[in-house]
């Protein structure tokens, strides 16, 4: 059974950090470029970061270049997104994807809100 699992949201004041976790089982973890993506009550998912197989290429949403990290670890099935400097703007469900040709997986999110 294909799972994936987020962990690490919450609230945090704007200026703070949070590390987010994605674990996957089920799968080849090695096997799949894995991103994360957000989705703000009204508005449309999009991708914020990815990551290549080995984690050798990394691409961000020009709004968290410089703030937000992609990495991956294939020996423990574990995505993260580390992210620094958080603004109001950053509040959203973070839902992490894995994606190897036309097969498609995804997380059931978790919630990241900054506020004061």
């Known amino acids: 059974q294909v799972q994936l699992v987020e962990s690490g949201g919450g609230l945090v004041q704007p200026g703070g950090s949070l590390r987010l976790s994605c674990a996957a089982s089920g799968f080849s973890f090695s096997s799949y470029a894995m991103s994360w993506y957000r989705q703000a009550p009204g508005q449309e998912r999009y991708l914020v970061a990815a990551i290549t197989k080995a984690g050798g290429t990394t691409n961000y949403a020009d709004s968290v270049k410089g703030r937000f990290t992609i990495s991956r670890d294939n020996a423990k099935n574990t995505m993260y997104l580390q992210m620094n400097s958080l603004k109001p703007e950053d509040t959203a469900v973070y839902y992490c994807?894995?994606?190897?040709?036309?097969?498609?997986?995804w997380g059931q999110g978790t919630q990241v809100t900054v506020s004061s």
């Open positions: 994807n894995a994606q190897s040709g036309r097969k498609t997986y």
